[in-house]
């Protein structure tokens, strides 16, 4: 019951900050003043780094069981994605069987959470010893600048990493010295997941439709009109988080323009801007699939999660998404066509090795692991795509439809990563502006004027 | 007689402690009682203040080093348009998340106190139940009812309005007003539950005083309840704009500042600063300005609440008032 005795103390609160409101005020406000000059007086903020570098030998040769055994007792501490802990439920006690006297000890955060705290918990006193990290600018360029990871260049070339298909999937872990450019120079992480953007379609209904399977954005973009026609959401869009529209975006403007100059563009480069004509028409195209009702009503209220469960259930023809959102739906009644064009694609949240870890190499042998054929595998079997794809089979037809998708789309070198990675507000500036352009409230030319703007602040340049 | 004994019950709350001089009363050993509530006030807060006015002046990555760049950051709140837009937005939803809540609040205690109603303690906690979930579920749920085809719009569509009907959170044009009625919704509970304590307060011989010179409902609820409640509505004010100009997570997680920037507000761009572009330096003198901002406001409110006192009835203020 809500008496009136349960309202006594916000009476007595209002009594205490209307009578003695002066007095208090001036009290707390000199207090905070004289700290505030006090504290201003002090040392700049990040004078006293809370992590120091450990002493760490480059290998020439693989990490051996015995000098992990001469660590003595250990605990090796992970941060990682949540997403990742099916796949760390299998490795983990493989690896302490390999290394009995290594204790691994994994910390979940949701990708959200990750990202916005494993950059101070990197340059902590007490540092986890292996974590995950988020390529671009945001994370991974934060860490290496402040010098938080490991260099790794001396781990691929021992273990062959640069060998094969998968060596190219590195790149986007490949930092200059200053952490100011990607995507070339130094190695500092390692991610053992791909991921590839294609066209998700329902089978039943590309069939009462009497369609093909997509596997171009012409493809699609001639489907769209019939579909509309036969009054089905043509293309289930969620863009409430605002990037499920830059994804869309950039696999429309990768047909017309070359990816190694988009890839550029992202990483950095001076000499590239986003107010190209294929940008221009990228950004029509969107607005005119918009007003043409192709992403069905009320877009920009939906959360992407939200748009993958109502493709699950039968709403919509086509999904324009990333293979993470293959787990959500029925192998059988969901195809996945490539877009070999290119877009967007890379690899998920890279591992990286603290620089104050003392246990250096048991994380490397941690890594070697994550890269095995055995582990890529169990990535496949956990409805992901692995980074080495060489010997593993693929189970149902989707998941072998992915797989091919990613094979070819690495094959090509269309992959560009994610615009987000480019500067660390992009995107909220691209994924804003883009449902200004959808909803017809500014225009193409204005929208890419404005990334441009907006990434030369970071970048330089035009 | 009557008089004088609601004015008590007002002022000194119906425990009737005793009152005592505010400043005569201070002595060190009551000051050991709050000792530890003041620790952790300083350290969780006042630290913490001070430390983000420090950092407001630098440029400073949370990470390597800090550069002094003197009053730059501020230059950069002051100047930047897009932070205008976000000022203009939280003014609009003050009158979402204060002006509206205070006056449903007011009809609903004025109602629940008039009326006898069957079960009113269910009525009450039922009311105030938006005050007491998380506002991450909150937002969750809105997004769902104010989804293109959820139940708000379903029922518009039943009763023949369905012209009407849109995706509120997706729309550029009612993103804003639907974020602002999700919290006139979570803050009108509490608005109504302070009020209908205050009402509580109230001789009851005063209405029926009123009842006999003939006053109808709403000059009764104008000329005894509103008075009498004048404490209550200045701290359901303070606590309603401090939440609105605040104001985060229903926000974050109904709709991001979205679409476009539509719904962005100061708190989503100090959180999309500090978390998310590593610019701690800007992300605190936003945070500074803000926090004068909210400061200002509440100062400004108490001080026309206070001001309107002075047409208090006679003898309420003879008696000692509303200080």
Known sequence: MLSDRTIDPAKDIMRITSRTFPARRVLLGGLLGVSAVALVGCAAPGSGSGSTAARQDEITAEVTADQIADLGDVTLTLWADQAEEPLMDLLVPVYEEAYPNVTVDVTYKSFDDLIATVVNAANSADAPDLFQGNIGYAVDGALVKAGLVRPLDDVASVYGWEDGAGASTLAPSRWTEDGSTFGDGTLYGMSPISEVQGIYYNESKLTELGLEAPESVEDLEAALPIAAAAGETPIMLGNSDQYAATHIFSDIAATTQDPADIRAWIGGDPDQTFATDGNIEAAETMAEWASNGYFGEGYDGLGNQDAIARFADGDGVFFVGGSWNGAYLDADAFGFGALASGGVGATASPWHISSSSDEAIASIAFLDMLRSPETAQWILDEGRLPVVTDGVTASGALQEQTLDALTATIEAGTQVGYYDWTTTDMLSVMGGGLQEVMAGRTTAEDFVDAVQSAWSKEHGGA | ?323
Not at chain 2, 182 to 209: K, N, P
């Open chain 2, 1 to 323: 007689m009557a008089v004088t004994s609601a004015t008590r019950a007002v002022v000194a709350g119906p425990s009737g402690r005793r009152r005592r001089s505010p400043v005569a009363g201070y002595s060190w050993s009551s000051l050991l009682y709050v000792a530890p509530a003041l620790l952790f006030f300083a350290v969780f807060v006042i630290y913490p203040i001070c430390i983000s006015v420090q950092t407001s002046f630098y440029e400073y990555d949370g990470l390597t080093l800090a550069t002094p760049v003197g009053a730059a950051n501020y230059v950069a709140v002051f100047t930047d348009p897009s932070l205008r837009e976000a000022l203009l937005h939280s003014l609009v939803l003050l009158v979402f998340y204060a002006a509206l809540p205070v006056l449903i609040g007011l009809v609903l205690a004025g109602a629940l106190s008039r009326i006898r109603i069957y079960g009113l303690t269910f009525f009450r906690a039922a009311l105030f139940i938006p005050q007491v979930l998380s506002s991450v579920v909150v937002a969750v749920a809105w997004r769902g009812l104010l989804a293109a085809d959820g139940p708000v719009n379903d029922t518009l569509r039943a009763v023949g309005l369905g012209s009407v009907a849109t995706s509120w959170l997706g729309d550029f044009d009612t993103a804003l007003p639907a974020v602002g009625a999700i919290g006139t919704w979570v803050q009108y509970g509490l608005c109504m539950v302070l009020f209908l304590g205050g009402i509580v307060g109230i001789d009851r011989s005063l209405y029926e005083a009123a009842r006999l010179d003939g006053a109808g409902a709403v000059r009764e609820f104008r000329a005894i309840t509103l008075p009498a409640l004048r404490p209550q509505i200045s701290i359901a004010l303070i606590l309603c704009i401090t939440f609105a100009l605040r104001n985060f997570d229903i926000i974050w997680n109904t709709t991001r500042g979205g679409p476009g920037t539509s719904t962005a507000v100061p708190s989503v761009y100090i959180y999309q600063d500090a978390f998310q572009n590593r610019a701690l330096g800007q992300a605190s003198a936003l945070a500074v300005v803000l926090t004068l901002l909210i400061l200002v406001i509440v100062g400004l409110v108490q001080l026309a609440l206070r001001e309107r006192s002075e047409i208090r009835p006679r003898s309420l203020r003879r008696s000692g008032g509303l200080r």
